[in-house]
């Protein structure tokens, strides 16, 4: 399925090289104020050409066909869409043969009877988080109004990478820079044929507690359902994460103050699934780019024997480089829903 949501229901559709691709939002209130303009700071941090990121450059403007009328949301559907206009299609006509290791390209033929669109990885392909990017800035928004409607004060996510190719950020660069050690291990990389994976942090500074439910809708599930469903998550860990497993209680439970919050935050700001008014916090690992050029051993199944596949085209040496904004309106869509839904 396509859809995530409930209350607020966020579908994606379209493929990388087809006409366009876009997002059907559904249960946005009415009266939001929302323009073409608003979208434009969160594309550009998604957006390629920056060192270790794909050559493939597109416009990415957005287009609004429904759903605001004279600059308001109206509260019926609203949709986006983006064109593809910078394919070279014909760069992925070899995996049909060779599916390349690591990606979607045998899975997505083994599902679908050799019926999917090949073309830049179709409908599974890193193209398609850009209306999702795009979803997240309509919920961002949505936060920020029922902040001011209802004192709710979850407005506020923010993510960035600190890690890449196992190399934690230095503690003396500032966020919004590459560190000269990150841009040495990219080079690297290009110049041997090879990706690099990333972590992303992801936080939340301000919710109010009593969000979420035990079990199966816990506010952790919410998140890493969405999370996940970005292209080449492998991994996510709320608060102290796997380092809880070789913690004392005595180092890992929350002491709680006279506020009702807790002193610390190893739980990640959520008790039994339910949010406990500390921020939310949690890491995303992203697996290295599949597409490399570098030579592997996989199969032929035109041959039918083993052969090495060296993947052309327009890749990135980095794809989580273009992440955070990612997991950011991932994190944004579900809790705008949950906000919509009290």
């Known amino acids: 399925m396509n859809t995530i949501g409930r209350k607020f229901r966020v579908s994606i559709f379209g493929e990388s090289h087809g006409e366009m691709i876009g997002v059907v939002l559904d249960g946005v209130p009415a009266g939001l104020e929302l323009s073409e303009q608003d979208f434009e700071s969160d594309i550009l941090r998604r957006k390629s050409g920056a060192k270790g990121t794909t050559p493939r450059i597109e416009a990415d403007i957005p287009s609004i066909v429904s759903g605001v009328f004279e600059g308001h949301t109206t509260g019926a559907p609203l949709t986006i869409v ?18 390349r290791p690591g990606h ?11 019926c999917q669109d090949p073309r830049g990885g179709g409908h599974f392909s890193g193209r398609l988080t850009l209306p999702v990017v795009a979803a997240g800035t309509v919920a ?52 041997e044929g090879d990706s690099l994976g990333a972590i992303v942090e992801c936080r939340v500074p301000s919710i109010d507690p009593g969000y979420g439910e035990p079990f199966w809708d816990s506010v952790e599930s919410q998140i890493a359902h969405a999370v996940f469903a970005i292209p080449g998550v492998r991994g996510i860990e709320f608060g102290d994460g796997f380092k809880a497993a070789s913690m004392k209680g005595s180092e890992h439970n929350d002491p709680i103050q ?9 739980a990640g700001g959520i008790n039994g699934g339910i949010t406990n008014g500390a921020p ?11 597409s490399i050029r570098k030579g592997q051993q996989t199969y032929n199944f035109v041959k039918g024997e083993m052969d090495v596949l060296e993947v052309p085209g327009r890749h990135d040496a980095c794809f989580a480089l273009r992440a955070p904004v990612v997991v950011e309106a991932m994190a944004a869509i579900v809790l705008a829903d949950l906000v919509s839904m009290r």
């Open 140 to 191: 961002k928004k949505m936060l920020a109004d029922l902040t001011i409607l209802d004192e709710t004060p979850c407005n506020e996510v923010h993510a960035g990478i600190i890690e890449l190719g196992g190399i934690p950020r230095p503690s003396d660069v500032p966020e919004g820079e590459m560190p000269q050690v990150w841009r040495q291990a990219i080079d690297d990389v290009v110049r």
């Open 258 to 266: 006279e506020d009702g919050r807790p002193s610390k935050n190893g």
């Open 280 to 290: 939310i916090s949690f890491r995303v690992a992203f697996k290295p780019t599949s």
């Open 82 to 99: 983006f064109r593809n206009t910078n394919t070279h299609s014909s760069d992925y006509s070899l995996f049909s043969a060779m599916p």
């Open 104 to 114: 979607a390209d045998l899975t997505a033929a083994l599902k679908w009877d050799d």
